[in-house]
């Protein structure tokens, strides 16, 4: 299969979204970004002792939805059950991302504070971003389902003193929407750091946003602005074929 469904594709996209979330500290020694793979109950995702800097198209293992992995010779991730927990619930789901992004994991331990969308482009988060109140790693198929439950049909979830689970209609949308919670996050935090209370966007606000927004524009102009800045860095092989 070519073109924007191909596997070939795919792999090569999860390779450089986790090189590329590295790059801009989405990411560090743990965590794993995740693609579906097309027309089948199975999804690529990288090898659990590979460093998230060196992983390549080739080293994606392809994982079947009961975690048997079908391609490669390597372990999956521990937490492999978030990404078939998402995959088994949510068919509108194409990538998935689980990172221990500190900021996303401190505003699940603060009272009465709740991450809120501050920013233009936390519209994607406009539905509301749900915690899972288990604070440990994700490891059964019932804590996998169980996060699936609490990520219900928005596109973000909070893990409770631990991390955050984001999920993308493909893998620069991925990228994308990670450097944006990002934003928002610290957005919120600096002005609670500042002693303010914070102003998140009235649904007003949120309403003319969306009448301009051009999600698919938007995720395409800044997956080439980070390839790009990838390759010129070193972080990603320029030889890769990234854009369908
Ligand atoms: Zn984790």
């Not at 590979?50 to 293992?61: E, I, K």
């Amino acid at each position: 299969m070519t073109g924007s469904n191909s596997d070939a594709l795919r792999r090569a996209q999860c390779a450089a979204a986790t090189r590329l979330m590295v790059m801009e500290n989405l990411l560090d020694y743990s965590g794993h970004v995740s693609v579906r793979a097309p027309g089948r109950d199975a999804f690529y995702i990288q090898p659990a002792m590979q460093p998230r800097t060196d992983v390549t198209p080739d080293s994606m293992l392809l994982v079947g939805f009961d975690g048997k992995v079908i391609e490669g010779n390597e372990r999956p991730p521990v937490e492999i059950a978030i990404h078939i927990g998402i995959y088994k619930a949510r068919p509108d789901v194409q990538a998935v991302v689980h990172s221990h992004m500190e900021l996303a994991i401190w505003f699940t331990m603060m009272e009465g504070v709740q991450l809120m969308p501050m920013r233009a482009r936390a519209i994607r988060w406009r539905s509301g971003i749900p915690m899972d109140d288990d604070p440990s790693h994700i490891k059964t198929p019932e804590q996998g389902a169980k996060l699936a439950r609490a990520l219900g049909p928005h596109h973000a979830v909070l893990m409770r003193a631990h991390g955050s689970t984001l999920v993308a209609e493909s893998l620069p949308a991925l990228l994308v929407d990670a450097v944006h919670f990002d934003e928002n996050a610290r957005a919120q935090m600096q002005v609670l750091q500042a002693g303010r209370t914070p102003l998140p966007l009235t649904d007003a606000e949120l309403e003319q946003i969306d009448r301009h927004e051009m999600r698919e524009f938007h995720c395409e102009k800044l997956w080439k602005y980070y390839v790009g800045k990838g390759v010129k860095s070193g972080a990603v092989p320029g030889e890769w074929e990234l854009d369908a």
